[in-house]
């Protein structure tokens, strides 16, 4: 089954999923699902589609600026635009301030963690790219600094600074036009003392 870009509904999205997970077990480590996004030429925010054909249905909810593109999302996947505080899924722009975002979507409760919100930040393919030291599961002591854009620096500092009581968190994922992606689950944090420089 196809949409009408020619990205397959069962495949594709198969494959983007497991690539989510992959990222998601494996913070700060590179993912991409580049074929995918190739198949939404179509369309000028390919990988926003291709997270959104993934994961959204009529029974989840998401939050994009860009009236146009969250008319098709909407459209595609049948799923219901709502603002920010209400919303599943959170797609942002690079340039938007993480003070202006996170402290007002969703960090579940300690009772429905689960109902909380994974933000999606668009970066820039070829923008700067920090070093940083991270902490959390699934980074390995011994393998724990990581290049990543320069916005998932910010992005995770001011998610750190709300201090969100575990299991309750926001988790974050950044994400390139051309396919290439990356996740910060809500337990990874800078490691405390260390500084990010510049590559």
Not at 93 to 117: H, I, M, N, Q
Request: aromatic fraction near 8%; glycine fraction near 8%; charged fraction near 25%.
């Amino acid at each position: 089954m196809e949409s009408k870009y020619g990205f397959h509904l069962v495949h594709d999205t198969q494959t983007v999923f497991r690539a989510l997970l992959d990222a998601t077990a494996n913070p700060g480590r590179e993912q991409e699902a580049k074929a995918q996004v190739a198949r939404l030429k179509g369309a000028s925010n390919g990988m926003e589609l291709a997270i959104a054909l993934t994961l959204l249905d009529n029974e989840v909810t998401f939050f994009e600026r860009d009236g146009a593109l969250s008319e098709e999302i909407a459209f595609l996947t049948r799923a219901r635009p709502e603002p920010l505080h209400w919303a599943d899924l959170v797609f942002v722009g690079e340039g938007e301030d993480p003070d202006a975002v996170l402290p007002y979507v969703k960090s579940g409760t300690l009772e429905r963690p689960d109902d909380s919100a994974t933000v999606f930040v668009r970066v820039d393919e070829n923008g700067e790219s920090l070093c940083a030291a991270l902490t959390g599961p699934g980074i390995p002591p011994e393998s724990d600094s990581f290049d990543l854009p320069a916005a998932a620096t910010r992005w995770l500092r001011a998610r750190q600074a709300l201090a969100i009581e575990y299991p309750r968190g926001v988790d974050l994922v950044f994400f390139t036009a051309e396919g290439r992606f990356l996740a910060l689950p809500r337990l990874t944090q800078i490691r405390e003392g260390e500084t990010s420089w510049l590559m």
